[in-house]
């Protein structure tokens, strides 16, 4: 079993910047890669940026240039997850959510609300 915890999250204004953390704990050992979703009320819950364990990263299009996803831990270890988040606008606001991925598990943060208004 894997636990995460995510952190950072708030209110921001356009074009201001907020850093989330995704603290991974239990057996990290067994996680491919991690990444980061979010929701809207009513939506279906969306990938924002991936990572794997050799630090490759991919982004959803309305993110790239804005968003940079990072990973720490032992090689080949994801211990923690960021998401900076740069320029960021009234449409980033959501829950923000944690995501992990083993061979046959799949394991969610609580989630944590960003909310971008003036």
């Known amino acids: 079993q894997v636990q995460l915890m995510e952190s950072g999250g708030g209110l921001v204004q356009p074009g201001g910047s907020l850093r989330l953390s995704c603290a991974a704990s239990g057996n990290i050992i067994s996680i491919i890669y991690m990444s980061w979703y979010r929701q809207l009320p009513g939506k279906q819950r969306d990938m924002v940026a991936r990572i794997d364990t050799h630090g490759t990263a991919n982004y959803a299009d309305s993110v790239k240039g804005r968003f940079t996803i990072s990973r720490g831990g032992a090689v080949n270890t994801i211990e923690t997850m960021w998401l900076q988040m740069n320029n960021l606008e009234p449409e980033d606001t959501a829950v923000y959510y944690c995501?992990?991925?083993?061979?046959?598990?799949?394991?969610w943060g609580q989630g944590i609300q960003v909310t971008v208004s003036s």
């Open positions: 995501h992990g991925r083993a061979r046959s598990e799949t394991y």
